[in-house]
């Protein structure tokens, strides 16, 4: 857009996207696979196997990582349930589908993450992050299914 904008005009711009997203994100608690730790007081353990010699495993701890961003939350009514609408392959989505738009360090955050809490549900990623923005990457977009109680 060289020529078209100034330099002041696209970082004024951009401040206003930034008003926008500071004003109706809200947070999200992002899950990643938990950390495994193994547990081993003997100087026998054999990690690869995860077996001392005398045939016991050790004890295996699991650390849950996640992180707190802020996130404009889209909810996908029923009307917007199928993609590829241009002559696609076409997607149903389940009901209670969501889209969430985060910044650049939720999106490194959520991009090798596989669950994502918002108000009080939990979801699955269904997409990779999609870039938004008028003159940058200065967004990303996901695509989120409801999780059954069980999963």
Not at 111 to 138: A, H
Not at 139 to 144: D, E, N, P, Q, S
């Amino acid at each position: 857009m060289a020529g078209f904008l100034s330099d002041s005009q696209i970082t004024k711009i951009s401040g206003v996207f930034e008003k926008l997203h500071t004003t109706f994100a809200r947070d999200i608690t992002v899950y990643k696979n938990p950390k495994k730790t193994v547990v081993s007081t003997s100087t026998r353990y054999n990690p690869i196997y995860g077996r001392r010699d005398t045939g016991s495993t050790s004890s295996i701890t699991y650390e849950t990582v996640s992180g707190v961003f802020p996130a404009r939350i889209y909810y996908v009514s029923s009307d917007e349930e199928y993609l590829g609408g241009d002559g696609q392959a076409k997607i149903i989505l389940p009901a209670g589908s969501a889209k969430i738009t985060v910044k650049k360090n939720g999106y490194e955050f959520i991009k090798e993450s596989r669950r994502v809490e918002l108000d009080g549900q939990k979801f699955s990623i269904k997409s990779d992050g999609t870039p938004q923005g008028f003159t940058g990457n200065q967004f990303y977009t996901f695509l989120l299914t409801p999780l059954d109680e069980g999963e």
